[in-house]
């Protein structure tokens, strides 16, 4: 059974750091598509970072130089480390892959399986 519990997330002000985790189970995470995904108030949920089994990874433009996605394979853990951050990162973070597994990934829409969440706010 997969399953995705995020951590890490807070309130900070603007140009300040956070690292997000999520710790996965059910699964190994360096076998498959994982990613990051965020969603603001009235607005729909968008990509942030992607990594595939193979470690290659995408980014949004808004926070490209700014966000890294990473992976801690001996923990089963997926990481992001937030930067320099905006009033406008102000979301809430989802863990995320995609299923059945695959070692590239999909299509964001083919992301399925979703953690519940945790809140980043930054304030100006």
């Known amino acids: 059974q997969v399953q995705l519990v995020e951590s890490g997330g807070g309130s900070v002000q603007a140009g300040g750091s956070l690292r997000l985790s999520c710790v996965a189970s059910?699964?190994?995470?360096?076998?498959?598509?994982m990613g990051w995904f965020r969603q603001a108030p009235g607005k729909e949920r968008e990509v942030v970072a992607t990594m595939n089994a193979y470690g290659n990874t995408n980014y949004a433009e808004s926070v490209k130089g700014r966000f890294a996605i990473s992976r801690d394979n001996t923990e089963n853990t997926l990481n992001l480390q937030l930067s320099s951050l905006k009033p406008e990162d102000t979301s809430m973070y989802y863990c995320t892959t995609q299923t059945p597994a695959r070692y590239t990934c999909r299509p964001p829409s083919s992301f399925n399986s979703w953690g519940q969440g945790t809140q980043v706010t930054v304030s100006a």
């Open positions: 059910g699964f190994t995470i360096s076998d498959v598509c």
